[in-house]
């Protein structure tokens, strides 16, 4: 495990090679739905220049050579969330064609929809999705217990973002320290 994953954020290779690969993973989503990802490596270069602004933002303001990890996972949601690496998802079959009540053996209908219910909001918010748990599992790697937080919390944190594309990193760092001290 890497000591410091915000430090080497800070380096443009690294940040395309392993934000873009937690965008381009699709496991999460289960072993019933296929999805195909695209993720524009272009847009990942531009989000490392924006978050690599919002850090330097935050050292100017507070005085702070070295923003701590909320305020560095803030910047990183911010820049993510705006700039929307993922260009297009396609799901195999179709979301609306998928049929919860014919699984394989040993999967319950129950798994089932909850891996629907995923797949759609990957779907709807397959940005805000990804940026937001990227960002939060960097954050908690420097929390010694981590808040767990629930699908619905993160469908209405996708819904947030979704509909306000010029939040202040300021914001964001604030949701994260609220999270991680609850």
């Known amino acids: 495990m890497i000591k410091n994953v915000l430090r080497c954020l800070d380096d443009e290779a690294y940040f395309v090679d392993k934000v873009g690969a937690h965008f381009r993973?699709?496991?999460d989503y289960?072993?019933?739905?296929?999805?195909?990802?695209?993720?524009d490596d272009q847009r990942l270069r531009w989000a490392h220049t924006e978050y690599q602004q919002g850090v330097r933002e935050f050292s100017i303001r507070l005085g702070s050579g070295d923003p701590d990890h909320y305020k560095r996972s803030g910047a990183l949601l911010r820049a993510l969330y705006r700039i929307k690496p993922i260009v297009s998802i396609?799901?195999?079959p179709e979301l609306d064609n998928f049929d919860t009540l014919s699984t394989p053996v040993g999967v319950t209908h129950a798994?089932?929809?909850?891996?629907?219910?995923?797949?759609r909001i990957f779907a709807t918010f397959a940005n805000e999705l990804t940026s937001f748990s990227y960002a939060y599992n960097v954050c908690t790697m420097y929390e010694e217990k981590?808040?767990?937080?629930?699908?619905k919390y993160l469908h209405t944190m996708?819904?947030?973002?979704?509909?306000?594309?010029?939040?202040?990193?300021?914001?964001?760092?604030?949701?994260?320290?609220?999270?991680?001290?609850?």
């Open 25 to 27: 993973n699709t496991e």
């Open 30 to 39: 289960g072993d019933l739905l296929s999805c195909r990802v695209e993720v």
């Open 90 to 92: 396609a799901f195999d």
């Open 111 to 119: 798994d089932a929809e909850h891996q629907l219910s995923l797949g």
């Open 146 to 151: 981590p808040l767990q937080i629930s699908d």
């Open 158 to 182: 996708c819904a947030y973002l979704a509909s306000n594309d010029n939040l202040s990193a300021d914001s964001l760092y604030m949701i994260f320290k609220s999270l991680m001290l609850a």
